[in-house]
T-cell receptor, first 117, second 112 residues
């Protein structure tokens, strides 16, 4: 059982390049999230997807786009990378049992370390 | 926006000591989470609680909703407990799922 899988694990980009970070979970979770983690700061939410077909902005969405491709996969795209987007990116997923049901703890991927020169 | 404050930022202790990490937040929440991040970077959920106290092995988490405060305790600490411990508070989005706001973490080092 792989849990949450992120690819790639490491990437170096030049300013202005684009790339997509991939995330897939095999736990049949309905909610998925993208975070960034920067030194001295807590994890910050970039975008989330409450269920297949829905996405919404988090705290720091500027410069990013997302796609919830299906229930398993949630990708994060940097259209024109900037040095300020150098960070470690984490994908997470969880299950909400039903519309009135409780949320469960989030499961995290191992992270993608992204450097933009 | 909920502010999440953790203390201390760094903590070094001898093996066997009792450890306490504190977390305070500013507005009402759906739940409070404690997570562990090891030097390799992976993040694991330890506890999710909305009231009272939970225990798992040598780890205990408590929350006081009225005071907006939570503590994570580690009994009989061991070098393998060395990690960053992160407090996060949840709020329910318009879609019904929980969104987390994170503290900056407490770096714990246990010396043999």
């Amino acid at each position: 059982n792989a849990g949450v899988t992120q690819t790639p694990k490491f990437q170096v980009l030049k300013t202005g390049q684009s790339m997509t970070l991939q995330c897939a979970q095999d736990m049949n979770h309905n909610s998925m999230y993208w975070y960034r983690q920067d030194p001295g700061m807590g994890l910050r939410l970039i975008y989330y997807s409450a269920s297949e077909g829905t996405t919404d902005k988090g705290e720091v969405p500027n410069g990013y786009n997302v796609s919830r491709l299906n229930k398993r996969e949630f990708s994060l795209r940097l259209e024109s990378a900037a040095p300020s987007q150098t960070s470690v990116y984490f994908c997470a997923s969880t299950v909400r049992e039903d519309l009135q049901g409780s949320n469960q703890p989030q499961h995290f991927g191992d992270g993608t370390r992204l450097s933009i020169l | 926006k909920n502010e999440v404050e953790q203390s201390p930022q760094n903590l070094t202790a001898q093996e066997g000591e009792f450890i306490t990490i504190n977390c305070s937040y500013s507005v009402g929440i759906s739940a409070l989470h404690w997570l562990q991040q090891h030097p390799g970077g992976g993040i694991v959920s330890l506890f999710m609680l909305s009231s009272g106290k939970k225990k798992h092995g040598r780890l205990i988490a408590t929350i006081n909703i009225q005071e907006k405060h939570s503590s994570l305790h580690i009994t009989a600490s061991h070098p393998r407990d060395s990690a960053v411990y992160i407090c996060a508070v949840g709020h329910i989005s318009n879609f019904g799922n929980e969104k987390l706001t994170f503290g900056t973490g407490t770096r714990l080092t246990i010396i043999p």
